[in-house]
């Protein structure tokens, strides 16, 4: 799961989501900074499941 | 009194309170060498967490990532794939190099690879190797703290005389109490950094533009190019965000400063616990960086060194007791991230080298004496480079960052059990072959066709590496059995290898 998520913020699939939502705007912010944003956390809370898991 | 007064009186008070837990350290101290060098491995989760990031995050995250956002944009957003990755490089390989260390009394990480693969020639190539490429993030270091002295004093502490002015005090609080004074001032300065970046971010923020979502609204405006990739320098292309991401992953696990703090740790929990939780900190604190970044490219434009922006911004816009409290957390980061290199440099060097070859079998007293020379050159060196080489401190961190990676294969090799295990020509023959290809595709032909130097350089050592071990002869099969038998004994058998 946790690689999953890291190719999703890496290329290509990063630089077709900036240019694909690059006008769009999410919680006053730009849409591109939170997507990224929502990712890294995402990845937190694997590595954090993943330690109460004991795995 | 006069900002600059009070700004710069506020880092020297700071940097008072250092020399003292210095010193209080030095009382606290056992005389044996793992106290000096490992703080005998006993570090509790608090500590090492404290310590690990803020060695992880320097004058590089605090006055480095300001200035690439301010020249880059949005892009230096990928930060985050880094820092997460390095998390998760903690919970998998840090552990089993916490394990091997415990197991079998490893002090550096050339004493790992040496072990493993019998030879003392990869004991000297590694511990050059790591010394080398960390002196460029000595140089990191010392520039930070030279652009935060003068631009808190308004130039009249000259760049040159506040880089010597921290340089000193901090090699002086690591010669008086080793690395327990380096843990306890990163403890200080890892929650200092944290919250000033954090305060001086969100001051600037609503300040100057009544808030953080209107700084981003301003941006947007007034620069939009500063909101796309690859940025408006065409920096952020596709290889430079994947290869920036190796490069400061791996390749800043792989120095001795942050390996080291693996062997430290009091029990492989705490490891773990490290690897899932440390992200939480190092990423969030890219997040204050973008606001004084972008929001500082719409204030002043024109700014002649972009690592200089966040300083500038709060002398000429923040109170100035703010200001030395923030910039004071700014000396912290760049501090205890160089204090944590002279200390890894100077064990390297006092391990692998003088009482390998030159003064074997004397008492712990004597290598503590050497070490504490060793840091006195170190920061000769290091001061040298810092006022007479100049250049982006990410741009600088990264190449330290690459050079280190190069450790890879050898080290994946010793911690990763496999059929056929890499021998040591195999691992000299790539690591060689990896640092010719750094200095090819980043000095003579710089990231071919877009692709970070990084990338080409730990894939032609990888290639190199397996080729040759496939003809050459492995490791004993007994010093496998016993190294790898350890891991798997860690990792799949339970076995806790807590005192």
């Given at each position: 799961?946790?690689?999953?998520?890291?190719?999703?913020?890496q290329?290509?699939?990063?630089?077709?989501?900036?240019?694909?939502?690059?006008?769009?705007?999410?919680?006053?912010?730009?849409?591109?900074?939170?997507?990224?944003?929502?990712?890294?956390?995402?990845m937190?809370?694997v590595?954090?499941?993943?330690?109460?898991?004991?795995? | 009194?006069?900002?600059?007064?009070?700004?710069?009186?506020?880092?020297?008070?700071?940097?008072?309170?250092?020399?003292?837990l210095?010193?209080v350290?030095?009382?606290r101290?056992?005389?044996?060498?793992?106290?000096?060098?490992?703080?005998?491995?006993?570090?509790?989760?608090?500590?090492?967490?404290?310590?690990?990031?803020?060695?992880?995050?320097?004058?590089?995250?605090?006055?480095?990532?300001?200035?690439?956002?301010?020249?880059?944009?949005?892009?230096?957003?990928?930060?985050?794939?880094?820092?997460?990755?390095?998390?998760?490089?903690t919970?998998?390989?840090?552990?089993?190099?916490?394990?091997?260390?415990?197991?079998?009394?490893?002090?550096?990480p050339?004493?790992?690879?040496?072990?493993?693969?019998?030879?003392?020639?990869?004991?000297?190539?590694v511990?050059?190797?790591?010394?080398?490429?960390?002196?460029?993030?000595?140089?990191?270091?010392?520039?930070?703290?030279?652009?935060?002295?003068?631009?808190?004093?308004?130039?009249?502490?000259?760049?040159?005389?506040?880089?010597?002015?921290?340089l000193?005090?901090?090699?002086?609080?690591?010669?008086?109490?080793?690395?327990?004074?380096?843990?306890w001032t990163?403890?200080?300065?890892?929650?200092?950094?944290?919250?000033?970046?954090?305060?001086?971010?969100?001051?600037?923020?609503?300040?100057?533009?009544?808030?953080?979502l209107?700084?981003?609204?301003?941006?947007?405006r007034?620069?939009?190019?500063l909101?796309?990739?690859?940025?408006?320098?065409?920096?952020?292309?596709?290889?430079?965000?994947?290869?920036?991401?190796?490069?400061?992953?791996?390749?800043?696990?792989?120095?001795?400063?942050?390996?080291?703090?693996?062997?430290?740790?009091?029990?492989?929990?705490?490891?773990?616990?490290?690897?899932?939780?440390?992200?939480?900190?190092?990423?969030?604190?890219?997040?204050?960086?973008?606001l004084?970044?972008?929001?500082?490219?719409?204030?002043l434009?024109?700014?002649a060194?972009?690592?200089?922006?966040?300083?500038?911004?709060?002398?000429?816009?923040?109170?100035?007791?703010?200001?030395g409290?923030?910039?004071?957390?700014?000396?912290?980061?760049?501090?205890?991230?160089?204090?944590?290199?002279?200390?890894?440099?100077?064990?390297?060097?006092?391990?692998?080298?003088?009482?390998r070859?030159?003064?074997?079998?004397?008492?712990?007293?004597?290598?503590?004496?050497?070490?504490?020379?060793?840091?006195v050159?170190?920061?000769v060196?290091?001061?040298?480079?810092s006022?007479?080489?100049?250049?982006?401190?990410?741009?600088l961190?990264?190449?330290?960052?690459?050079?280190?990676?190069?450790?890879?294969?050898?080290?994946?090799?010793?911690?990763?059990?496999?059929r056929?295990?890499?021998?040591?020509?195999?691992?000299l023959?790539?690591?060689?072959?990896?640092?010719?290809?750094?200095?090819?595709?980043?000095?003579?032909?710089?990231?071919?066709?877009?692709?970070?130097?990084a990338?080409w350089?730990?894939?032609?050592?990888?290639?190199?590496?397996?080729?040759?071990?496939?003809?050459?002869?492995?490791?004993?099969?007994?010093?496998v059995?016993?190294?790898?038998?350890?891991?798997?004994?860690?990792?799949?058998?339970?076995?806790?290898?807590?005192?």
């Amino acid at each position: 799961m946790f690689l999953g998520l890291m190719v999703l913020v890496q290329p290509p699939i990063v630089f077709w989501i900036e240019e694909r939502f690059r006008s769009a705007w999410l919680l006053g912010l730009p849409f591109f900074y939170v997507y990224l944003g929502f990712v890294y956390f995402a990845m937190i809370a694997v590595l954090i499941w993943t330690v109460r898991r004991k795995v | 009194m006069e900002p600059w007064v009070i700004a710069t009186s506020l880092i020297f008070a700071y940097l008072l309170f250092t020399i003292v837990l210095g010193f209080v350290a030095n009382r606290r101290m056992a005389a044996d060498l793992e106290d000096f060098l490992l703080y005998g491995r006993k570090a509790g989760f608090v500590v090492l967490y404290l310590t690990v990031v803020a060695t992880y995050h320097s004058a590089f995250a605090f006055l480095g990532s300001g200035g690439f956002f301010y020249a880059h944009g949005i892009g230096f957003w990928e930060a985050g794939t880094w820092t997460v990755l390095v998390g998760a490089i903690t919970y998998t390989l840090g552990v089993r190099i916490w394990a091997l260390g415990k197991k079998f009394g490893y002090i550096t990480p050339a004493d790992m690879l040496a072990d493993f693969y019998e030879s003392e020639a990869v004991r000297v190539v590694v511990a050059a190797v790591s010394v080398l490429f960390t002196i460029l993030y000595i140089q990191v270091q010392a520039q930070g703290l030279g652009y935060i002295i003068s631009v808190a004093s308004g130039d009249r502490i000259s760049f040159e005389l506040g880089t010597l002015i921290l340089l000193i005090v901090a090699a002086g609080y690591l010669m008086a109490g080793g690395l327990r004074a380096v843990y306890w001032t990163d403890v200080l300065q890892g929650a200092w950094m944290y919250v000033a970046v954090w305060v001086g971010a969100l001051v600037l923020s609503y300040e100057l533009f009544g808030g953080p979502l209107q700084l981003w609204q301003s941006v947007a405006r007034a620069r939009p190019d500063l909101l796309t990739l690859p940025g408006p320098q065409g920096f952020f292309t596709p290889g430079m965000w994947f290869g920036m991401t190796i490069a400061l992953s791996f390749g800043i696990v792989f120095q001795p400063h942050i390996m080291i703090r693996f062997y430290t740790a009091d029990s492989g929990k705490t490891l773990k616990w490290l690897g899932a939780t440390t992200p939480l900190f190092l990423m969030t604190l890219y997040i204050p960086a973008a606001l004084v970044g972008l929001g500082g490219a719409v204030v002043l434009p024109d700014l002649a060194i972009a690592d200089q922006i966040f300083p500038e911004l709060l002398i000429r816009f923040a109170p100035a007791w703010l200001t030395g409290i923030i910039l004071a957390g700014a000396t912290a980061a760049a501090m205890s991230t160089l204090d944590s290199i002279l200390h890894s440099n100077m064990t390297v060097l006092t391990r692998d080298i003088y009482q390998r070859y030159v003064a074997k079998d004397r008492d712990a007293a004597h290598y503590m004496a050497v070490g504490r020379w060793i840091v006195v050159v170190l920061l000769v060196i290091g001061y040298l480079l810092s006022v007479t080489t100049f250049d982006f401190l990410v741009t600088l961190v990264t190449l330290s960052g690459a050079g280190a990676l190069q450790l890879m294969p050898g080290v994946m090799g010793v911690c990763y059990p496999t059929r056929r295990p890499f021998t040591r020509l195999g691992v000299l023959a790539g690591l060689f072959v990896g640092l010719g290809t750094l200095y090819a595709t980043l000095i003579l032909v710089p990231h071919p066709w877009g692709l970070h130097a990084a990338v080409w350089s730990i894939a032609a050592n990888f290639l190199i590496c397996i080729l040759v071990s496939r003809l050459t002869p492995p490791p004993s099969p007994e010093t496998v059995e016993r190294v790898h038998g350890a891991v798997e004994a860690y990792v799949y058998g339970g076995e806790t290898f807590d005192a």
